[in-house]
């Protein structure tokens, strides 16, 4: 809905999931008032952001074209392969206005002379997830997002609102993994590849020249081999889904390794020290398997609407299908003198994959990247070529 001006007074309808008054004793002294809740990410498409000290920094006016920070890349995942932790995950918007008035009936709130003053790139990424959406003619998920709406005339008080909610920094779990020092060995063993690299360690590791850590993991996980699989009960196949989505889970995973593999009285050392080794051998050139699937040429021609080109080129190749890929190059991982590599024999084809994962992208996941990502049996069924490939090989 397009907000209706009238008298140089903007009046913006609201539409609304949830919302709930929490106005305090001091707030109700300071003659203001306060409402929390849930909103479809449509509904604040059109509300104006200029009381925000923080605009949309990819559309930002009178730049050249930016690329997205790792706080982007963050909301972009989320989108793409899990929407509906969107609104757990996100901090939410936070909105002023001068005055509110809320139809119960309809569940819409009409917003006088609205603002955002905190949550421009949470509302930027949920247009550009919904456009392209449009592009490729795929359904949305519908996204709902927690908002605040602080009703209030006082300027001043924007002003000072705007400012503080845009300074607030919570402490990640990679902050914690990087202070007790658990990725200093992976960092060494990247820069054996990349002499020059650094690991995000931390959550104000922001520039873009830092490699994404949490990343890194998801995809040496996605690499590890069936013989060094923790579960022994899916050891024939296993289950590597999770790698896509569940960031957290393989940061978790890589601390509890890191920990077992450092100590030697524990009944799972030996298990885990193989493991670990597998990690700090591997993460060069898994990042540099990562790269080169996301722009693999291979698949031009394949006609699969979520790979975004350019002028003809490959740009990027959504995880969610670059992931059951990777799983499926792990049937491949082999130990050598120089530690492990992933060595696919010469008849290996890389086109046989990307023709199977067009396959069950369209027959599985039904032409949408984050089915694809969440779906064990397109993880199957490449893992599946690629071993018969490794089987054959063998057999030679």
């Known amino acids: 809905m397009k907000p209706q001006k009238s008298r140089h007074v903007l009046h913006v309808p609201f539409p609304y999931s949830v919302i709930r008054k929490i106005t305090s004793p001091e707030d109700t002294t300071e003659g203001r008032e306060v409402y929390v809740g849930h909103a479809p990410a449509q509904s604040f498409f059109d509300i104006p952001d200029d009381e925000n000290v923080r605009e949309y920094l990819l559309e930002a006016e009178g730049r050249k074209r930016r690329m997205p920070t790792q706080v982007h890349k963050a909301m972009r995942e989320t989108l793409e392969s899990k929407p509906q932790d969107f609104s757990i995950l996100n901090g939410g918007i936070v909105l002023v206005a001068e005055g509110v008035v809320i139809d119960e009936k309809v569940r819409t709130a009409t917003l006088v002379n609205p603002s955002i003053i905190n949550g421009s790139q949470t509302r930027g990424e949920l247009k550009r997830y919904f456009s392209e959406c449009a592009k490729e003619k795929t359904k949305p998920f519908p996204v709902n997002v927690k908002f605040e709406v602080v009703v209030t005339k006082d300027s001043d008080l924007v002003a000072d609102v705007s400012i503080a909610r845009n300074f607030q920094n919570d402490v990640m779990t990679i902050s914690i993994v990087g202070r007790l020092g658990q990725l200093d060995e992976l960092q060494r063993a990247f820069r054996k590849y990349e002499p020059k690299a650094k690991l995000r360690m931390s959550e104000t590791d922001l520039a873009e020249n830092f490699v994404q850590t949490e990343k890194l993991l998801q995809v040496i996980t996605a690499l590890v081999p069936a013989k060094l699989w923790p579960k022994a009960n899916e050891r024939d196949n296993p289950n590597k889904v999770f790698t896509y989505s569940m960031k957290a889970k393989c940061l978790k995973d890589f601390q509890v390794m890191y920990e077992k593999a450092k100590d030697r009285e524990d009944p799972e050392h030996d298990m885990y ?24 040429p291979g698949f031009r021609g394949t006609r699969l609407h979520s790979i975004e080109r350019e002028g003809g080129e490959i740009v990027e190749v959504p995880d969610g299908i670059v992931f059951p890929i990777l799983a499926s190059l792990s049937a491949f991982a082999k130990k050598t003198s120089s530690g492990w590599h992933i060595l696919p024999p010469d008849s290996f084809d890389s086109r046989e994959i990307i023709a199977a994962a067009a396959s069950v992208y369209k027959e599985i996941a039904h032409s949408n990247p984050w089915n694809m990502g969440k779906s064990r049996p397109c993880y199957t069924s490449l893992y599946q070529i690629a071993s018969i490939y490794r089987r054959l090989s063998t057999a030679e």
Do not use: T
């Not at 700090?280 to 996301?294: N, P, R, S, V």
């Open 273 to 296: 020290a193989k493991l670990y080794r597998f990690y700090l051998d591997i993460c060069g050139e898994a990042w540099e398997l990562y790269e080169e699937w996301k722009r693999h």
